[in-house]
């Protein structure tokens, strides 16, 4: 059964009423040491902690995170670095400066520039990268892939992807050639608000991209990263799709670690407004309910957020970070005048970045995986 069978049976309007009905007592219930003690991951509950009810036991749910993070990970923050492939896409997202519909310069990097652009992530300490491309499978193929990957793989301990969704036996020859993660967001849950958005091209199939965790679960990738794009819809409804979402995965898939990331829209070409807008506190909020109600997830927060709430954020639940960011293809090496995929917010040096958790009383680790680990 994939994920998209199983929230058939739950309705976005149905999750949305029986948050706002949640009582303070149900909070409460949520947050017993014998709910705790359990481990208990019925949904139900997840559903009490992003509750509107629950905004005034934030504090409390924010201790909670911070207990569970130290005693799952420890003191620690992994780094790693996007690096963009390509721009060139053939879907239509309103909320994408990549969308086929704006007119922007498009670059897709030789492998002799990818691997340029990367040695310049190894010399700042990375040795976890994530390649980023949009969807455009005449510019970014398999065989293109698995050359830079093979290209990379002496440079990095651990390479992801975020790039378009793809079959099974397509993902298996990517882990072959080297990539241990897959980072796909679904964006939105809303299946209505999904079929809005996405105006044009293969991602208009939400079938195709809900089930692609899947895929990848079942290529064997060691790490499947989640996410909703926030500020498209109501944070605590899409919070809780994605908790399901992660559950299910993890209970499918427990050989690999979900993790889970937090985009916030940025602003980007095109001009999209998010409808409706997630606050510094709202995202505390999701975070660390989720940190609560899946102890085991990892934890990504971008360059998409300020320095400040970067910072205030790593005792809560984070476990890993992006540093350095450049969202342009080309951009490390000055080699592109093309439009980045959104504006980021923490303009910091990976240096700096490291410096600061280290000042917080956290490690920076620029290496938390290698492949020998399961030869
Ligand atoms: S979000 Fe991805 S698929 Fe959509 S336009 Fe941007 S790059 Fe293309």
């Known amino acids: ?49 992003v509750s509107p009810a629950a905004d005034e036991a934030l504090e409390e749910i924010a201790q909670r995170a911070q207990l569970i993070t130290e005693q799952r990970f420890g003191r620690i923050v992994g780094l790693y670095a996007p690096m963009y492939l ?22 897709t990097l030789s492998v002799e520039q990818a691997v340029s652009e990367a040695r310049h992530l190894h010399d700042e300490g990375f040795r976890h990268i994530l390649l980023v491309s949009g969807e455009d499978l005449k ?33 298996r020859e990517l882990a072959q050639s080297g990539v241990d993660g897959l980072i796909i967001y679904q964006e939105t849950y809303n ?36 996410g909703s794009l926030l500020g498209l819809d109501d944070w605590r409804t899409e919070a809780v799709y994605l908790a399901m979402h992660a559950r299910h995965l993890m209970r499918k898939y427990w050989r690999s670690q979900v993790t889970i990331s937090f985009p916030r829209l940025r602003p980007a070409v095109g001009g999209y407004e998010p409808p409706c807008p997630v606050s510094d506190r709202d995202l505390v909020h999701m975070l660390t309910a989720l940190r609560v109600f899946l102890p085991d997830a990892g ?77």
């Open 86 to 107: 390509s721009n060139s896409c053939t879907n239509s997202c309103l909320y994408c400066s990549f969308n086929a519909s704006n007119q922007i310069d498009r670059e």
């Open 299 to 375: 934890i990504l927060l971008s360059t998409r957020e300020s320095k400040e709430f970067r910072d205030n954020m790593i005792p809560l639940g984070v476990t890993s970070m992006s540093a350095g960011s450049c969202t342009q293809v080309g951009g490390y090496t000055g080699n592109s005048a093309t439009a980045g995929q959104f504006e980021i917010a923490d303009h910091r040096t990976p240096e700096e970045v490291a410096e600061t958790i280290k000042n917080i009383g956290y490690e920076p680790v620029w290496k938390d995986w290698d492949a020998a680990f399961i030869r």
């Open 139 to 171: 510019a970014v193929n398999l065989n293109y892939l698995k050359e830079v990957v093979s290209s990379l793989r002496p440079l990095f301990d651990s390479i992801s992807i975020e790039i378009y969704p793809m079959e099974t036996d397509q993902y």
């Open 191 to 226: 299946k209505d608000l999904y079929a809005q958005v996405h105006e044009a091209g293969k991602k208009t199939d939400y079938r195709w991209r809900i089930e692609t965790p899947e895929r990848g679960g079942a290529a064997g990738f060691r790490r499947i990263g989640l």
């Open 1 to 49: 059964m994939t994920f998209d069978n199983v929230i058939e049976g739950h309705s976005w309007d149905d999750i949305t009423r029986q948050i706002a009905e949640k009582t303070p007592e149900e909070v409460r219930e949520a947050l017993s040491p014998g709910m705790m003690d359990s481990g208990g991951t019925d949904i139900d509950r997840f559903i009490s902690l």
